[in-house]
Each structure stands twice: as C-alpha cells, then as structure tokens.
C-alpha cells in the first residue's frame, strides 16, 4: 500500500523516518519482555525483523556504540570521582597509559586547559581515589579529585528526532547507595554477559549464568523498579550524530547553599537538550585548591565550536558565577563498567 502513496523520494524519506523513530526506541529502552523487538515493531507499524536488522547495521556501522543494560552504580556501593590533572609530556602519557589499563576508569579525555587530561572513575570509597590522587602526585602532576555530591541531569540523548518523536527521558534527583543481593548481581552480571540483538535478546545473556530467560527478566524488573537498572538499550556515538563539539563546563557555586544550588541548576538544565549531564561535585583533594573553586559541572554539547559559544553563554546567563569551559580535543577511552 506504501508504493500507491508515496513516490521513490517520499518513501525514502519515510523509511529514514522510520530507522529514526526506531533509534530512539531503542535508545529508551527495551521493554522487558521475552521478544521486545516485536513491541518496538508494533508501535512502529513494521516488522519484527525489519527492526531487528536496522539495530544490527546501527551497530555494525559504529553509529551504535554498544547495546546492553546501564545501570545506575551507586545501588552497587559505587560513587563517581571526577579527576582533573596537567604535568609534563611524559607524566600525562604515563597517567594514560595506567587508566587505560584500569576497567573503573570509564572515560579519559584530553580538553583545553592546563588541567588537560581529565578522567572518571567509579570507586567504592575515598581511599581508593586516595590511591590515585598518590599516583598523580608522584608522577609531578597539578590536579584535582572530586566526587559526586548530587546527581541533577542524566541525559545523554544523541538521536535525530523525527516527527513527534521525544528522546528517552531525563533522570534527576539522587538514590541513595544499596548493595544489593547476590540474586541481583547475578542478574547484573547474566545481563552485562551479553544481550543478543535476535528475536529473543535476553536467552543467550540467561544461558551464559545458567538462568532461565523469565528467571532473568523477572530479576532485571526488580532492578528496573529499585533503580538499579536504568535501561537495557542502545547507546550512540554523538560524533556521527553531528555532535562534534563537546565542553565540560566548572562552574563555581560554593558559596551557596547545596540545596540552593541543586534546585538553581535543575531549573537552568532541564529544559536545555543540548545539556547531557549536571552533577554537584565535592572536593576531595587537590593540589591547585586556592585556583579550583568549582562544583557544579554540566556537559553540554553542539555540532560547532560557534554553537558551543552561544550555549556556554547561555549556561553563564542561567547560571552566574565563576566559569571555566573544558572542550574537549581528543578521547582516550570511553568504555562501560563492567561487574
């Protein structure tokens, strides 16, 4: 019926449509179901395998950049520190080389400042961002080694929107950290063993732990309903998406009342898309104290340098007080935590 309504240009444009609505979906998540790409073909009026073959070539392609659970890691006792650290040629190339090298260390970036080399890294106490704050120090790095105080935006949303389409939605506010049982790690971990992009996604991930798939389902809706499973879904790469430019934007509020300061940057960052990620961060050591006032850190994004501008003005107007831009120049590593 298609091929009597739309001409060649028109269905192309629609089947692009289509694999963008279906982006989004699966960015959203899957729905915890036995066979959830069947729900994403239904809402979208196609077929089941039409689906699952558009999230295979996302992936083959690299626009996908992995497909499997997030979780939220502070359900597992973990806390987020955020590292910041300039020294010589030599110095910040060790430090690379040993956060590459360490699976807690998820993101290691080189931006424009004198801190150049910036890293996160989930922890499970302030002794062990003590150990790494030694490292830096011996190796004759400046530096700074913050953790998160409050979560206020988790966003990242890298697909085109089509039609009425809206990204997966904002996470806000802070849970409190729970460890949780045995069962649910072992679901965690059945999950994080690998999610099939098949018909039925969840069966290989329930083989590999020796679990049924319902089994597996039933533990990931009580993670899901706890808070300790986010989503089970596509993650994207913002570069082929057209954002190219990135900035780590310090602000400094920490003269003001926390409280004050979480309900000031909810207003400012909510509303904005291009604005990923907002956390409140808490000194933990630095060797610039005097010259690092800043605790509040929004990741905003564009698809130029001249947009970026525009946006960190904007971000100053909303949010007055000291402010520091880290653009981001090259990416060391970007990988997911594993259990």
Same mark, same amino acid.
């Given at each position: 019926?298609?091929?009597?309504?739309?001409?060649?240009?028109?269905?192309?444009?629609?089947d692009a449509c289509v694999s963008?609505?279906?982006?989004?979906?699966?960015?959203?998540?899957?729905?915890?179901?036995?066979?959830?790409?069947?729900?994403?073909?239904?809402?979208?009026?196609?077929?089941?395998?039409?689906?699952?073959?558009?999230?295979?070539?996302?992936?083959?392609?690299?626009?996908?950049?992995?497909?499997?659970?997030?979780?939220?890691?502070?359900?597992?006792?973990?806390?987020?520190?955020?590292?910041?650290?300039?020294?010589?040629?030599?110095?910040?190339?060790n430090i690379i080389s040993r956060?590459?090298?360490?699976?807690?260390?998820?993101?290691?970036?080189?931006?424009?400042?004198?801190?150049?080399?910036?890293?996160?890294?989930?922890?499970?106490?302030?002794?062990?961002?003590?150990?790494?704050?030694?490292?830096?120090?011996? !190796?004759?790095?400046?530096?700074? *080694?913050?953790?998160?105080?409050? =979560?206020?935006? &988790? /966003?990242?949303?890298?697909? @085109?929107?089509?039609?009425?389409?809206?990204?997966?939605?904002?996470?806000?506010?802070?849970?409190?950290?729970?460890?949780?049982?045995?069962?649910?790690?072992?679901?965690?971990?059945?999950?994080?063993?690998?999610?099939?992009?098949?018909?039925?996604?969840?069966?290989?991930?329930?083989?590999?732990?020796?679990?049924?798939? !319902?089994?597996?389902?039933?533990? *990931?809706?009580?993670?899901?309903? =706890?808070?300790? &499973? /986010?989503?089970?879904?596509? @993650?994207?790469?913002?570069?082929?998406?057209?954002?190219?430019?990135?900035?780590?934007?310090?602000?400094?509020?920490?003269?003001?009342?926390?409280?004050?300061?979480?309900?000031?940057?909810?207003?400012?960052?909510?509303?904005?898309?291009?604005?990923?990620?907002?956390?409140?961060?808490?000194?933990?050591?630095?060797?610039?104290?005097?010259?690092?006032?800043?605790?509040?850190?929004?990741?905003?994004?564009?698809?130029?340098?001249?947009?970026?501008?525009?946006?960190?003005?904007?971000?100053?107007?909303?949010?007055?007080?000291?402010?520091v831009s880290l653009r981001t120049?090259?990416?060391?590593?970007?990988?997911?935590?594993?259990?």
């Amino acid at each position: 019926m298609a091929e009597d309504v739309f001409s060649a240009g028109e269905r192309g444009a629609s089947d692009a449509c289509v694999s963008e609505l279906a982006a989004g979906m699966l960015e959203e998540g899957l729905p915890l179901v036995r066979e959830p790409f069947a729900e994403v073909a239904r809402r979208l009026n196609i077929g089941e395998s039409q689906v699952v073959e558009m999230a295979r070539e996302m992936l083959r392609s690299g626009r996908m950049r992995r497909f499997g659970p997030f979780f939220d890691f502070r359900r597992f006792g973990l806390n987020g520190y955020l590292f910041g650290a300039g020294g010589s040629a030599e110095a910040e190339a060790n430090i690379i080389s040993r956060m590459n090298g360490m699976k807690n260390v998820t993101h290691v970036y080189g931006r424009k400042h004198r801190l150049r080399l910036w890293f996160t890294v989930l922890l499970g106490s302030d002794g062990e961002a003590g150990e790494i704050c030694e490292t830096l120090r011996s !190796e004759g790095c400046e530096f700074v *080694a913050m953790s998160v105080s409050r =979560m206020i935006k &988790l /966003r990242p949303s890298f697909v @085109s929107r089509c039609g009425n389409f809206e990204p997966r939605s904002a996470e806000y506010g802070a849970l409190p950290a729970a460890v949780l049982d045995e069962d649910m790690l072992k679901t965690a971990r059945a999950l994080q063993n690998g999610i099939d992009i098949s018909r039925r996604p969840f069966d290989t991930a329930a083989a590999s732990c020796g679990m049924d798939a !319902e089994e597996l389902l039933e533990g *990931a809706r009580r993670m899901a309903d =706890m808070g300790a &499973l /986010r989503r089970i879904g596509a @993650s994207f790469d913002h570069y082929r998406a057209g954002w190219t430019e990135n900035s780590l934007c310090a602000l400094d509020m920490s003269g003001t009342d926390e409280n004050i300061v979480y309900e000031a940057a909810l207003r400012a960052v909510s509303g904005l898309f291009w604005a990923s990620h907002c956390y409140i961060r808490r000194m933990y050591d630095c060797e610039i104290r005097g010259e690092w006032p800043y605790n509040l850190y929004v990741m905003i994004h564009a698809s130029s340098n001249k947009l970026l501008s525009l946006r960190e003005a904007e971000l100053r107007e909303k949010l007055p007080g000291g402010f520091v831009s880290l653009r981001t120049e090259i990416e060391y590593k970007k990988i997911y935590y594993t259990l």
